[in-house]
């Protein structure tokens, strides 16, 4: 039973999970993807685990055979409920702490353990009869198997139905007089029950109202049960005084192993229920190989997961964009008209290698990516009146941070800077910037309307968002390998600005 953890295969790597959200989440809206994928699932506590990247291609692979193996819908229906059973039985649990009378909370105890050892009996078939083939998941069967027939398992749950087919045996009288409430042993009394319902039976005529009342869910309890609870224990001291040392000796007595896999399992349960309403809605998604080694890399049919997840949920279209890098290219430029899709377009290289790093399926048909270090994005800020450095200035201090901390595995993302800067100047900084991210040789894609950067060497690629050609106005919101022209880009900015000789015209006769 070598079996430790089902989102890590190596001890050392469980319990180094991130408190807070890396830096560039709310640029790639990795922020908005991760709150709707945990979304109800707060006591889980599952965003650490998104917000660590994984270092190592073998724990990504190990996670993938598990997802793998969790999309088939009969066992990952079993595992859900099988993590249904678990939560009522902590949430049975937890509720004790609160109640403050003795026997029914040793009571309720019994049945939280008798509970959980059907769970793990019903849970270790399920694994037998499944069809696993993941490292993760077959380990894990295997624990189980070695769990549930050690002798400290066997123990638990004879003790427990013992307990619970002795209490349920207990038969007592109870006579309810003014204030006053006695209970003695059951003698042999005729049970009147039957007699008063076959009486009344015949008062019965068709469909009638329903006046029993319903019960809540919720435990209560009073002083008077409590009272007679304790009166029941001293008529039957030998079963109370039994369950009273069951409880005391058992009071851990869910496996650690066995409740990590409960929290842990959630991650895979979460990402494919998220995954599965955007594959109803036609979208593709793969498991991608993962290099640390290689930057050859390409995606197609990929998408921008946070804004499709939007556009299926108001019955819109998502368009899907391809990229690859071969040999020595490392840097992918993006020009076009605005609102062309070119900022979305860099979010996705992002977010596929993010969750790729994570071991889940990303958005596409087919994909290889690059196992990173670090991701470094630099999307356009709203100037900071609080430094009393300009935004131009701050631009440049923020670039400088990250070409200090960037090593060749690091990905950058830059996202049309330097718009505060004249035009001469936006393009001798541009320049500069990425001849020093060509000379540390890490990939980037640089959303910009520098054209002259886009074949500054053979390390980069430029890619064009298109218009229809009929009408240069329509954004096809496709992205394409082309050699940056700017005559899109020219007729959006004309238009942004009103500049064009129609918009002119207007502000002429206005």
Do not use: W
Request: proline share 2%.
């Amino acid at each position: 039973m070598v079996f430790k953890s089902i989102l890590y295969d190596k001890d050392n790597t469980a319990g180094t999970e991130a408190a807070k959200a890396p830096d560039f989440f709310s640029d790639l809206n990795l922020d908005q993807i991760v709150d709707a994928i945990t979304a109800g699932r707060d006591e889980y506590n599952l965003k650490p685990v998104f917000y660590s990247p994984l270092r190592d291609t073998g724990t990504i692979v190990y996670r993938q055979s598990v997802m793998r193996d969790l999309e088939d819908n009969e066992l990952i229906e079993k595992i859900k409920l099988y993590t249904q059973r678990m939560r009522s039985i902590i949430q049975s649990l937890d509720s004790l702490k609160n109640i403050g009378y003795k026997y029914f909370e040793e009571g309720l105890f019994l049945d939280a353990v008798n509970d959980y050892c059907e769970a793990i009996d019903l849970l270790k078939d399920d694994l037998i009869n499944a069809n696993l083939s993941s490292s993760g998941l077959l380990s894990f069967r295997e624990y189980v198997s070695g769990y549930t027939g050690s002798d400290g398992f066997k123990t638990l749950r004879a003790q427990a139905a013992e307990l619970k087919k002795d209490l349920s045996e207990i038969r007592y009288c109870m006579t309810v007089k003014s204030n006053c409430i006695k209970v003695r042993k059951y003698e042999g009394e005729p049970d009147y029950s039957a007699d008063v319902l076959k009486t009344f039976e015949k008062f019965k005529s068709g469909a009638v109202k329903d006046y029993r009342i319903k019960l809540r869910s919720t435990y209560e309890i009073n002083h008077v049960m409590s009272g007679v609870l304790d009166l029941l224990a001293r008529l039957y001291p030998g079963v109370f005084s039994r369950l009273s040392s069951f409880c005391a000796k058992n009071k851990v007595f869910i496996d650690e192993t066995i409740n990590n896999f409960y929290r842990e399992i959630q991650f895979y349960v979460s990402c494919l229920d998220y995954i599965n309403d955007l594959k109803c809605a036609g979208l593709k998604f793969c498991y991608p190989e993962i290099s640390s080694s290689s930057k050859e890399i390409y995606s197609y049919e990929g998408f921008d997961l946070a804004l499709a997840y939007n556009l299926t949920r108001e019955n819109c279209a998502v368009v899907s964009n391809d990229f690859y890098l071969k040999g020595k290219e490392r840097v992918i430029v993006v020009s076009g008209p605005n609102q062309g899709g070119k900022t979305t377009f860099a979010r996705a290289f992002g977010q596929a290698h993010y969750l790729a790093s994570l071991g889940c399926p990303v958005p596409g048909r087919e994909a290889r990516l690059y196992l990173f270090d670090r991701i470094f994005t630099h999307f356009e800020r709203v100037e900071d009146l609080s430094n009393l450095r300009g935004k131009l200035q701050d631009d440049i201090v923020r670039f400088r941070g990250i070409l200090n901390e960037a090593t060749p595995q690091s990905i950058i993302i830059m996202n049309e800077t330097f718009n505060s800067a004249t035009l001469n100047d936006a393009v001798f900084l541009s320049k500069k910037i990425m001849a020093d991210i060509l000379r540390l040789d890490s990939l980037c894609v640089c959303v910009t309307f520098i054209v002259e950067i886009a074949d500054m060497s053979e390390k980069t690629v430029s890619m064009v968002s298109t218009v229809v050609p009929e009408n240069p106005a329509t954004r096809t919101f496709k992205i394409i390998r082309k050699k940056a022209d700017g005559l899109a880009y020219a007729h959006s900015i004309a238009e942004k600005y009103r500049l064009t000789f129609d918009r002119i015209k207007e502000r002429i006769e206005e």
